[in-house]
């Protein structure tokens, strides 16, 4: 039987993380703290860091699997593997791209990893500072559209527009992910809670948006370590079956001047009904979700798009009620997110998910079953994942 | 200066120029005549935007830049409140359009939406005509296409 399909074949059987910083505040150069990280997720599974033999990342990682590789004395690896675009919508496509490399037989024991010192190279949120821009930015950046957030809030303003969104609904996430991060210690706004008030005093960062809708900008490195199934059973952890992961992106999504012909989209359209086919499960059969806020109208529109919401339902099931810990409906972000934990580029979205099937979570859903993330809404191309306890 | 009061943004932002590979360049000469040129298949005769080596639809090479009327309607906006450059910091707020232009295959365009103040409340679907905004302060001068609300022109 040769199925097409990593479904139950892989599990996430370590996770690492460094101490998360506000951006610029790392004592550590990103490759130090890349190679912590790993280290960390080496040690979590309870596997020797030398029997790597595999390594995926995204976003134009650049600490580079020759260079981790070369410092910790690995004595070979067999599959390096960087998932194409920008933002975090390689995320759960780098674990995806893990788990294919194991179930193919490339590699035995792959890590997906990020390590990101915003400072020490550039920051997401600053536009182009060059005198000159060709290429798509030529269209946008000469008329002050530069940053993510304003080339999301175009989309999202559309999507609002289109379905009667409210802006409570958007603040519902925000306050979801600050709420969460008060009962974790690693999150970098611990002890900065978030009020409905202290939302809708905040500044605009640029309409829709405010600055507690945005994606904080962080300094740390994330690593989790794939390996396959028969291996998960004989280690230390809880095993985190991967059932399914998608990628993609879908007609034109990459049209220079916001021309994509449906626009009002976070970029999930084709690639949720793949995941959930792969998964052989629905939304509602999802327990806990990490949905990836570089900003919160975007987690909207990805939520919607994976089938969880109807569109013109959004201000109705956009409640921090459904989303709390442990009780919501749908507990949403429980670490905190890139909104309050830290934007490690959504990978500690994926670390998280991992917690609450171990049953580790600051904000711990009981008897999870499935867990899934979705990864960097808006760009080209996305992702996204969904774990289990069981590997069918 | 007086040109630098009727821009929509302050001077300092990144200039635009056609990519190596010479995509855009028509366009962008077009814009220093006020014209407004949109890229056409001619063999299908479907428009697109931003320009292309290929027609998305038909897969020809043989593509054209046509004019086309100088109006849309607006297919979303945002107010920009936070500075991402420094040439932003004083020009707070300042309304960005995303314009749909129906004589041209739906294409869209970006541009400031100039001729009243950024506070002041607007709507999707309100109709727009293009204003060329004329840059010479660079040595090599360039155009940008901005928008007004057709009621204000």
């Known amino acids: 039987m040769s199925e097409r399909t990593i479904r139950g074949k892989t599990a996430i059987v370590g996770i690492g993380e460094t101490t998360y910083y506000k951006h610029g505040q790392t004592p550590d150069p990103e490759f130090k703290m890349g190679l912590e990280a790993v280290l960390l997720a080496a040690e979590d599974a309870g596997i020797d860091v030398r029997e790597i033999d595999g390594f995926a990342s995204y976003s134009n990682e650049r600490s580079t699997p020759e260079r981790i590789a070369t410092a910790l004395g690995i004595p070979h690896y067999g599959f390096s593997n960087m998932f194409w675009g920008g933002g975090g919508g390689g995320g759960s496509g780098a674990v995806a791209n893990a788990a294919a490399a194991v179930a193919a037989g490339y590699a035995e024991v792959v890590v997906a990893y990020r390590s990101l010192a915003q400072g020490q190279f550039s920051r997401f949120g600053q536009g182009a500072q060059t005198s000159h821009v060709t290429g798509e930015m030529a269209f946008s950046a000469p008329y002050g559209l530069m940053s993510p957030a304003q080339r999301f809030a175009m989309r999202v303003q559309r999507f609002m527009h289109d379905h009667g969104v409210k802006q409570e609904a958007l603040r519902a996430i925000s306050l979801t992910s600050y709420a969460h991060a008060q009962n974790n210690p690693r999150a970098v706004m611990h002890g900065r809670d978030l009020t409905d008030e202290i939302y809708d005093n905040s500044r605009w960062i640029v309409e829709p948006f405010h600055l507690f809708d945005c994606c904080m900008e962080n300094d740390g490195a994330a690593a989790v370590i794939v390996t396959s199934a028969e291996r998960a059973r004989t280690l230390k952890q809880k095993p985190a079956y991967i059932l399914a992961a998608a990628q993609g992106s879908f007609l034109r999504q990459g049209s220079w001047a916001h021309n994509a012909p449906d626009y009002a989209t976070s970029n999930f359209k084709t690639v949720a009904p793949k995941l959930f086919e792969m998964a052989g499960i629905g939304p509602k059969d999802v327990d806990v979700l990490q949905s990836y806020e570089n900003f919160t109208g975007c987690v909207l529109i990805s939520m919607v798009e994976h089938g969880f919401c109807e569109p013109d339902e959004c201000n109705d099931f956009f409640t921090i009620e459904n989303f709390r810990a442990p009780d919501g409906i749908l507990p949403l972000n429980t670490s905190g997110g890139n909104l309050a934990e830290c934007y490690m580029h959504g990978l500690e979205l994926i670390t998280e998910a991992v917690r609450q099937i171990r049953g580790t979570s600051p904000n711990q859903v009981s008897d999870v079953e499935i867990s899934m993330v979705t990864s960097g809404p808006m760009v080209q191309p996305v992702s996204s994942m969904i774990l289990a306890t069981e590997p069918v | ?153």
């Not at chain 2, 320009?51 to 979303?76: F, K, M, N």
């Not at chain 2, 936070?82 to 359009?97: D, G, K, S």
Request: charge should be negative; aromatic fraction near 8%.
């Open chain 2, 1 to 153: 200066m007086t040109t630098e009061q009727q821009n929509a943004l302050p001077h300092g932002l990144p200039i635009p120029a056609p990519s190596v590979d010479g995509l855009g360049a028509e366009f962008w000469d077009a814009t220093r005549r006020h014209e407004l040129l949109v890229q056409r298949c001619n063999d299908c005769r479907n428009w697109q935007w931003g320009p292309e080596h290929i027609c998305h639809h038909c897969h020809s090479w043989d593509l054209a830049y046509e004019p086309v009327e100088p109006t849309g309607a607006i297919y979303s906006w945002e107010r920009v409140w936070h500075p991402v450059h420094p040439a932003l910091v004083n020009a707070l707020p300042y309304m960005v359009v995303l314009v749909e232009l129906p004589q041209a295959g739906n294409v869209r365009m970006v541009g400031n939406l100039v001729g009243q103040d950024p506070e002041i409340p607007i709507e999707i679907g309100q109709n727009v005509e293009a204003v060329f905004e004329d840059h010479d302060e660079d040595g090599k001068g360039y155009t940008l296409v901005q928008w007004m609300l057709s009621e204000k022109v």
